[in-house]
């Protein structure tokens, strides 16, 4: 096979989703103009309340699946189930925040055989690949035992580049929303809470919560610590088992109970450890070198379900140390001015 031509070869977005649909109904009906793929297959994560078919764009090519009974985000095993039940045999993997910067062109990258192309560019517009789909499930897919944000598009890139050729996907054609880290991770536990703006997250708040942006860049961090060391640990390939879903209606599906892949419990705990060690460096301000010298690691979980101790320590600290910065950059400021001045009056 030589380069893909879409219109020949089929292709199929994919785009999965929890909870996101604010996400969902600005960028469907753009990517709806676009008349290259000949499906969308968005899969519904259990989100609450369900997505319906009517609030899409009226395009015969949109497909709605929904996984049912899901209660937390699980970004690796929702994409593996989105591609298997995809039915083109190209894949453009588009998250729920991202479409195509012109829709009306017919420009599409050419994939060469035994090649992918993937996002580079960090940000919003990281994870974006194209991709046939033998080559995808070949490699097993995304690493179902890494959970949350971060290092699972790595781990499957590391996999993919052992026999293809990954090559830069042109972003320049690629738009996505703004959104900050809290709601990247609001599906996560214990993060229900964060105030998003009414439109998915986009319009800021009159007053920033900094404390809640602190705990969502920790629980981001501790979620790709871990992930990196399950990847090390835990190598994923075609032959380990993959969830298994039974079908409840139609393009209606359920994880089979006991089939998601779990760890072994000493490498869980010893990842467990990891991710508790590097939240609470965030939250208190403390190197992770600091905390491993100073506290047992069967301490770890215990201090840190101490939440409002915790919040109230990190609310403190930056009531404190913000309005300090800000206070000593201004008097920097003012000093170079005042500098300058004496400056030009001296060679006046």
């Known amino acids: 096979m030589g380069a893909s031509d879409p219109a020949r070869e089929g292709l199929s977005i994919v785009t999965v989703v929890m909870n996101r649909l604010a996400h969902l109904l600005d960028t469907a009906p753009r990517l709806s103009e676009w008349s290259v793929h000949r499906e969308h297959l968005i899969l519904d994560w259990s989100s609450d309340p369900p997505i319906s078919r009517q609030s899409l764009p009226d395009d015969s090519r949109i497909r709605l699946v929904r996984v049912e009974g899901e209660r937390l985000w699980h970004l690796t095993r929702a994409y593996n189930l989105a591609f298997r039940l995809a039915r083109e045999p190209l894949i453009l993997k588009l998250d729920a925040d991202c479409w195509i910067d012109d829709p009306s062109s017919s420009w599409w990258p050419r994939l060469e055989a035994g ?194 101790v915790l919040q109230l320590q990190a609310r403190l600290r930056l009531l404190l140390l913000l309005p300090l910065l800000r206070l000593g950059l201004r008097l920097q400021r003012a000093l170079e001015r005042l500098k300058r001045s004496a400056g030009r009056r001296g060679r006046s």
């Open 115 to 308: 090649s992918y192309q993937r996002s580079a560019t960090g940000g919003g517009l990281n994870g974006i690949v194209l991709i046939r789909r033998q080559d995808f499930l070949a490699v097993g897919g995304f690493h179902e035992g890494l959970q949350g944000y971060g290092h699972d598009d790595k781990d499957l890139y590391g996999r993919l580049d052992r026999d293809l050729n990954g090559a830069a996907l042109p972003v320049e054609r690629l738009q996505t929303l703004e959104h900050g880290d809290a709601e990247r991770v609001a599906a996560q536990r214990g993060l229900r809470r964060l105030r998003l703006g009414a439109t998915g997250g986009r319009t800021p708040a009159a007053r920033p919560d900094h404390l809640a942006a602190l705990e969502a860049i920790a629980r981001m961090e501790e979620s790709k610590a871990i992930n990196r060391l399950l990847a090390e640990r835990w190598p994923w390939s075609c032959e380990q088992a993959h969830t298994r879903y039974e079908s409840v209606g139609p393009e209606r599906w359920r994880a089979l109970p006991g089939s998601e892949p779990q760890a072994e419990p000493a490498l869980m705990q010893q990842a467990g450890a990891l991710g508790h060690r590097v939240y609470l460096s965030i939250l208190l301000g403390l190197p992770e070198r600091f905390l491993d010298q100073q506290i047992p690691q069967h301490d770890l979980e215990r201090i840190r379900s101490w939440e409002r």
